[in-house]
T-cell receptor, first 120, second 115 residues
Framework: GAVVSQHPSRVICKSGTSVKIECRSL??????MFWYRQFPKQSLMLMAT?????????EQGVEKDKFLINHASLTLSTLTVTSAHPEDSSFYIC????????????????FGSGTQLSVL | AQTVTQSQPEMSVQEAETVTLSCTYD???????LFWYKQPPSRQMILVIR??????QNATENRFSVNFQKAAKSFSLKISDSQLGDTAMYFC????????????FGAGTILRVKS
């Protein structure tokens, strides 16, 4: 089955630094990637949607300048948390969607394994 | 706006027993998709089962089945012969193509399977 690789799995950084999280589709071309944020024992909240070669679409309330998303190729999307602060500490998850054909059979969402960000 | 409601924050079940997790949703659309995802302690999201709204037949995947009531906007998940490995957070989710194919998740239900 399709695999989405997300790195790093865990990162600890100092307040004020920037952190980059990568999301790669390993055996399919991801036309669209989604970035979620999840607090402990809570649901996944969609942050933004990125399409290859175009600007990301952010959900209401998500700071575009804080969470930079780049989807430069059909297999890679990155989320950069700029000038991270303790309140940015969270679990970040990406998902990727391949394209083509019947939605039911061919177009599915695949999730990365997540990144735990801790800002000191 | 699409909303998904899971009214059971936590559930527990004895091993080998059956448990049902509830989910309701709100939409004005007629064509959409519903999902149940499992998130075990590893936090990897795993698709459990999927239902297309235009299908009247309830989806089934081995020990997992759904009761899809379109008119009532209800989508419950039944887990039969519960196993310890079923212990996880379960999320009900909704997707509509006109809403950009974005998943809208419910708040989740923590399921604990006891031996």
């Amino acid at each position: 089955g399709a695999v989405v690789s997300q790195h790093p799995s865990r990162v600890i950084c100092k307040s004020g630094t920037s952190v980059k999280i990568e999301c790669r589709s390993l055996d399919f071309q991801a036309t669209t990637m989604f970035w979620y944020r999840q607090f402990p024992k809570q649901s996944l909240m969609l942050m933004a949607t990125s399409n290859e070669g175009s600007k990301a679409t952010y959900e209401q309330g998500v700071e575009k300048d804080k969470f930079l998303i780049n989807h430069a190729s059909l297999t890679l999307s990155t989320l950069t948390v700029t000038s991270a602060h303790p309140e940015d500490s969270s679990f970040y998850i990406c998902s990727a969607r391949g394209g083509g054909g019947s939605w039911v059979t061919n177009e599915k969402l695949f999730f990365g394994s997540g990144t735990q960000l801790s800002v000191l | 706006a699409q909303t998904v409601t899971q009214s059971q924050p936590e559930m527990s079940v004895q091993e080998a027993e059956t448990v049902t997790l509830s989910c309701t949703y709100d939409t004005s659309e007629n064509n959409y998709y519903l999902f149940w995802y499992k998130q075990p302690p590893s936090r990897q999201m795993i698709l459990v089962i999927r239902q297309e709204a235009y299908k009247q037949q309830n989806a089934t995947e081995n020990r997992f089945s759904v009761n899809f009531q379109k008119a009532a906007k209800s989508f419950s998940l039944k887990i039969s012969d519960s196993q310890l490995g079923d212990t996880a957070m379960y999320f009900c989710a909704f997707m509509n193509m006109e809403y950009g194919n974005k998943l809208v998740f419910g708040a989740g239900t923590i399921l604990r399977v006891k031996s």
